[in-house]
């Protein structure tokens, strides 16, 4: 047998197929597809924004929502009273909330890809994948890390 030949072949083999980039094609597809699914239609998108802006702009002018953080100059945070940072934080929370639950495709696209960088960096996938597979995921995986 040669070096960089088959067996019963007589052709020379100069790049064999290696693991990690049929993996790292595949989580590529992967990744691609499940991206799709929650596309949504940009018309669609901009009513959602609009119908968001104008309950936004609504609740700015109630008393009861500027205390919860509605309305500009109204969602400011202490450094020194933990305490007076209570109310913006659950107007802010009801608000990301809210946007989440109207527009997944951009929450579920954030979440996985803070899962596939999570599962990149700690399992030995990561390593099969190679460097250059998930590199996105993997640095917003290690900001959240960091974060926490």
Sequence with gaps: MRPNRGLLDNQEK?????????????????????TGLLDVDPKLQARRDAEAKELYDLRAESPFFQFF????????RSDTNLLQNIAPNIGSM?????TMATNPAPTTEALSSLAAGGALNLTPLGDMLGEN????????????????
């Design 14 to 34: 100069k790049d064999p197929v290696k693991l990690n980039n049929l993996l790292g094609n595949a989580w590529e597809g992967v990744s691609e597809f499940f």
């Design 69 to 76: 953080g509605w309305g500009d100059g109204n969602d400011e």
């Design 94 to 98: 009801y608000r990301d909330t809210a």
């Design 133 to 148: 597979v998930g590199v996105e995921q993997r640095a917003m995986a290690n900001e959240f890390g960091e974060m926490v």
